[in-house]
């Protein structure tokens, strides 16, 4: 049996060997003109290599190779660009792999050692529609900011991460030598990262879209630092750009926001964080403080503190609700609503800001703008049909809500709304489909003169609109949390609504913005009730895109076959995707036998069938590591058959 498994597998690998099959699969950006390789082409397998994967450097690459793929400047910049003008931007890919693209630019005085960047504009699917098969050439144009000053040498730097290893990424990099002729002065861009390796980015699969699982592309999945935005500056502070360069940058953080010279954090010192908040004002409300002994819910009006604990009862909570529905752990607040919600209109789980720490607010609010952010996620909110309001100053000045899929205006599909006309909702004037056990990072610009209120959705416009508050005069609020509306007729789950809030923040965030801070995959994996996107597919069966392959369990759990033998098809031939499986794909082994999936290095043969199991290990070809299950054993042999008789 061993013998004949070890010849079904060399015969496998001999075919995929001689099957044409795109074997580089790499890309690179073209226009403008990129710096030469080694060799000085501007074009050429060195250019389209990756430089990175998840595992590291790679290729023989260095350890800043991400900055500009260890190639050398030109002389003097290529390319000329102009200040709020688009410019023209190319990349060619031989083979489109899924993944999106990103630009960011430098002004560091030394182009050949371009160490802080900031990003100045995202593309979601990499020019793709479907963001999976990004064509053979895109052309798009980029929008050079009118912000950004003059500049004789600058650096811009693209960036592609390829997704179709589904356990591992692929990073690609160019960098173009570019001048810049702007009329703007002295700006300061935030925030500002300085890059080596993938240290900017998500250090794990999980944290990049899902790009055969639905995930379109879309800007919810977008990584990496925040498009950047801009203030004025005085030459020579910290991180101003003007037509004499980057003013040096004396922090030590990768990602740095830097409006403030003494940057601070909403989580205490030493706590890990990837969110920074330089403050405005003297109020801090994060929530790590509360996950450390500070009592959250004894916080009363007419207070000098940062937060008003309200509850069910329409005002201060008392110490109950820290026992029944608020949760604090590391930076973040967990809301838990029970099924003593269902059927109430309201149901009252929020916290009342108090901005100036119970102060008016005129007296620390000095700027003609005032920007707050947070980042939240839910869940179980799709299981039931009650609307929630999440932020509001008094209940006439609704500005941001969720509307689950099942409220009688939910159109089948879980969204942010903002500024609702009433508490039902009749109506609103924006909204936002997001999806669940997602992080989403929001900032909220108010105008105090005017009680205007600008809404963004990670770094993206969402809404404008106004609120009937005397901002300056206020000494508490807005509110946020939970403020249900249940209108509907569904029973409320066991498991409850959840809504996490994190990285609270008066002033300019930095970073990586929402932090992820929270409950772990796993956690919300196992607390997740059915038809949340964490759960398991309550249908039996389940498709392989691109594949025209299915597999079907029947009663007995054992999997079916279906679909004819063709080595190019991804999972193995003739045979479907089993339910243990979440999904498969592509990726590359290093001998005929092989024993794991992995990037490629060069000496791979490309390809064999990949899957990506549930609980999140990979194994090549067949599971038989995976568990002793019924199922499994029953799919181990079906394979072994369906390899026989496809390759025999």
């Not at 082994?589 to 999140?616: F, I, K, L, N, Q």
């Not at 590591?625 to 042999?637: E, G, M, R």
Request: glycine share 10%; proline share 7%.
């Amino acid at each position: 049996m061993t013998t004949m498994a070890t010849s079904s597998r060399s015969v496998i690998c001999c075919l995929l060997i001689l099957a044409p099959s795109g074997v580089l699969g790499h890309g690179q950006l073209t226009v403008p003109l990129v710096r030469g390789d080694s060799q000085g082409r501007r074009e050429s397998y060195e250019q389209r290599a990756p430089v990175f994967t998840l595992g590291g450097n790679r290729g023989g690459y260095s350890a800043t190779s991400m900055r500009c793929h260890d190639f050398s400047p030109d002389d003097s910049p290529q390319t000329t660009l102009k200040a709020g003008e688009t410019f023209e931007a190319t990349w060619t890919m031989e083979a489109g792999h899924p993944g999106d693209c990103y630009f960011y630019l430098s002004y560091d005085a030394d182009p050949s050692n371009a160490v802080n960047f900031f990003k100045i504009a995202a593309i979601p699917g990499c020019g793709a529609p479907d963001g999976l098969n990004i064509p053979a050439s895109v052309t798009t144009t980029v929008l050079l900011p009118p912000e950004v000053p003059a500049c004789d040498h600058c650096v811009l730097r693209w960036e592609w991460t390829a997704h179709q290893q589904v356990v591992d990424i692929e990073f690609y990099v160019q960098c173009a030598d570019v001048k810049i002729t702007s009329t703007a002065g002295p700006t300061l861009p935030s925030p500002i990262t300085a890059i080596a390796g993938i240290e900017h980015l998500p250090q794990d699969a999980s944290g990049y879209r899902k790009v055969y699982n639905g995930q379109g592309p879309e800007e919810q999945y977008l990584i990496g630092p925040a498009v950047a935005t801009y203030s004025i500056c005085s030459i020579g502070a910290p991180g101003c750009i003007s037509d004499i360069g980057l003013a040096p940058i004396t922090q030590s953080t990768s990602q740095v926001s830097l409006e403030s010279t003494e940057p601070q954090t909403t989580t205490p010192s030493g706590a890990a964080t990837e969110c920074n908040c330089n403050p405005d004002t003297e109020w801090n409300g994060g929530f790590a403080q509360y996950a450390l002994g500070a009592d959250f819910c004894s916080q009363n009006f007419g207070g000098a503190n940062p937060w008003i604990s309200g509850g069910s009862n329409g005002g201060f909570s008392g110490a109950a609700a820290c026992v029944t529905e608020y949760t604090f752990q590391e930076n973040y607040w967990q809301i838990l609503v029970g099924e003593d919600a269902l059927g109430k209109a309201p149901h009252r789980a929020f916290a009342y800001a108090q901005f100036c720490n119970g102060k008016a607010y005129s007296e620390c609010w000095t700027s003609e703008k005032v920007t707050f952010s947070f980042s939240l996620m839910v869940q179980g909110l799709s299981l039931i049909g009650a609307y929630v309001k999440v932020l509001f100053w008094t209940d006439a000045g609704n500005i941001l809500g969720l509307l689950p899929p099942s409220h009688p205006k939910g159109d089948g599909k879980l969204r942010l709304i903002t500024f609702m006309t009433d508490d039902y909702p009749n109506s609103w004037t924006g909204e936002k489909e997001i999806q669940e056990s997602v992080w989403y990072h929001i900032q909220v610009v108010f105008t105090p003169a005017t009680g205007g209120v600008a809404l963004q959705v990670d770094s993206q416009a969402l809404d404008t609109g106004n609120v009937p508050v005397n901002m300056l005069a206020a000494t508490n609020g807005p509110q946020i949390g939970v403020y249900s509306f249940d209108y509907a007729t569904q029973s409320w789950p066991a498991e409850g609504l959840k809504l996490y809030l994190s990285d609270a923040c008066i002033g300019a965030a930095a970073g990586t913005c929402p932090s992820g801070k929270g409950p772990s995959v796993t956690e919300l994996a196992s607390t997740s009730a059915a038809g949340t996107t964490l759960s398991a597919p309550s249908s039996t069966e389940v498709s392989v895109q691109g594949t025209g392959l299915a597999a079907s369990t029947t009663s007995t759990g054992t999997p079916s076959i279906r679909g004819s033998p063709d080595s190019s098809n991804c999972p193995l031939p003739g045979a479907g995707l089993p339910s243990f499986v979440s999904e498969c794909y592509c990726g590359f082994v290093t001998s005929s036998d092989g024993d794991g999936c992995g990037p490629d290095d060069g000496t791979a043969c490309w390809c064999r069938c990949c899957c990506h199991y549930r609980e999140g290990t990979c194994r090549y070809r067949e599971p038989e590591t995976f568990d002793s299950s019924p199922t499994l054993a029953a799919w181990n042999v079906v394979m072994f058959v369906v390899v026989l008789r496809g390759f025999a």
